[in-house]
Every structure is written in structure tokens, then in C-alpha cells.
């Protein structure tokens, strides 16, 4: 698999020139709700246009108070809101915090995270000596992470719901940013008194909203102007791109080609519903999903029903951890009825294996990325006809 996507650069940047970028990031911006202040310590006031599980604004003494909420309100997986106080380490004296809110001394220079999409936004912001554990190095491609484990300057404490609590003592993380899943297994963590941040990007509706938690950790970290020029360049290049698909149905002519996704797996097939990050991108690579209608983030179905509402769509996009070469014939092997889809007949699977790519500690920031793989199998006409994919392309 070929992880440079460099000659993907020069093609991105050749749509964003000039007055273009400009239309392009104000396109789709949402309010976020953010007090406007003067500059301080850490910078201007936050500017959010996607993400929907933080909030930022600024209050006296150059302290920030950061709201994170769950983005699908699903209140059963997590509470419905943490409130955290950023305050500069320049800061002296007792400062004045909201009731509420919970004090950070920022900038935050040890740390612990727990998932890969975590992990990518400190590679991306440069930030790697901040991390100081991590759950685990499987699937991970990164040498620098691997380096690091391998010396001793990043410990790997154990998976959820069993975690080493010495290692992660001896870490000395200030903070440890963790994924609330209802089975988190963070009991223990919480009696060491070590603040627990929440990082939500996972949970976001659209790619770039989970893009932004870049943001989110900039924050904590002090690099925030990084993680804001580093976004902007992701948000104008997917929007580029976008906006070369939005003219394919301006006519309400042209027929979309249909997707599904996803594999049986005991019995069950777990398929992502309208709501979810990964329909969104679907969508503005310029195709019908064909669960679109399904409210929520994601659902289990059995295979008849799937087959149901797929068997007739053109792309069937899967992303798995396959041992070897994987093919037609072993996805035959998994399940015989695959071979019933026309995307399985017509050989229109859409394929990314784990084993093979660093899906997970590079795709949740590079959304641009993700775009226009998807855009050169939908529509190959719109992309340069040497384009070479970094995650997804068309199983031969």
C-alpha cells in the first residue's frame, strides 16, 4: 500500500488559490458560540465551524473555559457535559473559575491518550514529547511512537478495563485525555486524582468536525495557532474537492451511484447510519448511501434486511484487518451470500486493510484524503487520471 500522498498536494492546493479558499471556509460554517476577546496568553478567541462536542470562550486573566458534550447527545455512553478552566501556567496567584469547572494548568506538557485518533492529533500538531502513554502499538505504523515505546519515553499502560495504574502513575501525566465508552473502565484512573479530559472527535457527524478536535488538543497544549493554519489547510482542501461534486446533481439530472458498507460479524452486520461521519463523507464525495434515512450514528441488522437495501448498489466500501492479500474469494469465504451484492458480481468493492495502511492514526486528520480516494472511484473523471490512493481503491 502506498502511504505518500504527495502528488495528492499539488492538485488539492491547485482548487484553493485566490478568492476561492476564502468562499470555500466560510461555506458551511456554523456559530460556535464563542465570546469574542482581546489577545492574551494563548491567543485570539477559538473559531469552531464543524465540530459539535466542544466550546470555547475566553474570561478575564486569559483563561478559557472549554465546554465538551457529547455531538450525538447520547446520554446513556457519557454525561452530558465536562467543563474544564485552561489556565496559563504564567497565570500567579488564585485565579477566578466559574463553579463548575474544572482548573488546567495549560500548557499541558505530560499526557497519557487512548485511542489512535487521539494519537493522531499529536503527531499532527508535532507534539509527540507531550505524550507519555498510550494503551497499546497494535495497527500502529508510526516508527517515531515505536521508537519512543521501545526507550521508555512513552509507556504502554494496558487496554481499557485494564489499565496498569503504576505506569500510569509513573508517567506523571498532568492530564489523560480518554474515550468514555460505557465499558471505559476508568475507576481506577479516577482514584488517582488525575484529571480526565474527554476527547469526542470520534463522535462527530462530519469528517471535518472530527478534524477540528485538532483544536481541542492545540488547546491544552499550547498549540493552538498550529492547529488552527493545519486545519484550515484540511477545511479548504476537502471543500475544494467537495465543491467539484456539488455541480454533478445541480441539474437534479444525473443519477448518484448508491454505496453500502460494512461486513457480517457473529451474525450480525453493523452498518453506519445517516448520522455518521462516515455517510457524510459518502455524500460529498458525491454518492448515495443507502442507509441515509437511518437517524442514528450506526445499527446492527441482520444480513436478509442489509440485503434488502444493498443488493442492487453499485460500491460496497469495506475497511478490515485481514491477514494476507485480501479478495473476492475470501470475502466469499466469510460469508457465502456476499457473492449475491452486484458490487461483489461487478467487483466494485471499496477496500482498506488495516494490516496493510495506518487507517486510524492518520485518517482522522486527513478528511481531504479520505475525499478524494472516494472521489476517484465515484468519479474518476474529476481527479487526475495518475492519481495514486493512500487508503481506499477499488479491490482488483
Not at 486493510?353 to 472521489?375: F, G, H, I, R
Request: glycine share 8%.
Amino acid at each position: 500500500m502506498m502511504f505518500n500522498h504527495s502528488s495528492l498536494r499539488p492538485f488539492l492546493c491547485s482548487l484553493i488559490s485566490g478568492t476561492v479558499v476564502l468562499s470555500l471556509i466560510a461555506c458551511g460554517a456554523r456559530s460556535s458560540g464563542i465570546s469574542p476577546s482581546s489577545a492574551d496568553e494563548m491567543g485570539d478567541s477559538l473559531t469552531l465551524s464543524y465540530a459539535r462536542g466542544f466550546t470555547v470562550r475566553t474570561i478575564a486573566d486569559g483563561i478559557r473555559l472549554v465546554d465538551v458534550a457529547d455531538p450525538q447527545t447520547d446520554e446513556d455512553r457519557m454525561p452530558v457535559s465536562y467543563h474544564y478552566a485552561l489556565i496559563p501556567k504564567s497565570f500567579e496567584g488564585a485565579p477566578s473559575v466559574p463553579e463548575g469547572y474544572t482548573p488546567v494548568r495549560v500548557p499541558v506538557e505530560r499526557t497519557i491518550v487512548m485511542t489512535m485518533l487521539q494519537l493522531s492529533n499529536f503527531t499532527t500538531l508535532g507534539a509527540l514529547d507531550v505524550v507519555r502513554g498510550i494503551t497499546g502499538t497494535k495497527n500502529l505504523y508510526n516508527k517515531d511512537v515505536h521508537a519512543r515505546v521501545a526507550d521508555g519515553r512513552i509507556a504502554k499502560i494496558g487496554m481499557e478495563g485494564n489499565f496498569d495504574t503504576e505506569l500510569i502513575l509513573a508517567a506523571q501525566p498532568e492530564v489523560i485525555f480518554i474515550s468514555p465508552f460505557k465499558r471505559g473502565g476508568y475507576d481506577a484512573i479516577k482514584e488517582t486524582g488525575i484529571t480526565l479530559i474527554p476527547h469526542l472527535g470520534y463522535k462527530e457527524l462530519t469528517p471535518l468536525g472530527q478534524a477540528e478536535w485538532l483544536k481541542f488538543v492545540g488547546l491544552f497544549i499550547g498549540r493552538e495557532h498550529e492547529a488552527d493554519s493545519l486545519f484550515a489547510g484540511i477545511e479548504s482542501r476537502y471543500n475544494a474537492l467537495k465543491m467539484k461534486t456539488e455541480a454533478l446533481t445541480a441539474d437534479g439530472e444525473n443519477r448518484l451511484p448508491t454505496v453500502f458498507s460494512g461486513e457480517m460479524h457473529g451474525g450480525n452486520w453493523y452498518a453506519v447510519g445517516g448520522r455518521n461521519s462516515l455517510a457524510q463523507l459518502f455524500r460529498d464525495a458525491g454518492a448515495d448511501y443507502v442507509i441515509k434515512d437511518d437517524n442514528t450514528g450506526g445499527v446492527n441488522i441482520e444480513f436478509e434486511q442489509l440485503y434488502a437495501t444493498a443488493a442492487n448498489a453499485d460500491y460496497w466500501r469495506i475497511l478490515n484487518s485481514f491477514p494476507g492479500d485480501f479478495s473476492y474469494e475470501a470475502l466469499k469465504a466469510s460469508e457465502p451470500r456476499n457473492e449475491l451484492f452486484r458490487a461483489f458480481r461487478e467487483h466494485k468493492v471499496i477496500y482498506c486493510n488495516m494490516k496493510q495502511t495506518p487507517y486510524y492514526e492518520l485518517s482522522p486528520v486527513q478528511p481531504d484524503v479520505l475525499l478524494a480516494d472516494l472521489l476517484a472511484i465515484f468519479h474518476p473523471e474529476l481527479m487526475p487520471a495518475d492519481y495514486q490512493p493512500t487508503f481506499y481503491r477499488l479491490l482488483p
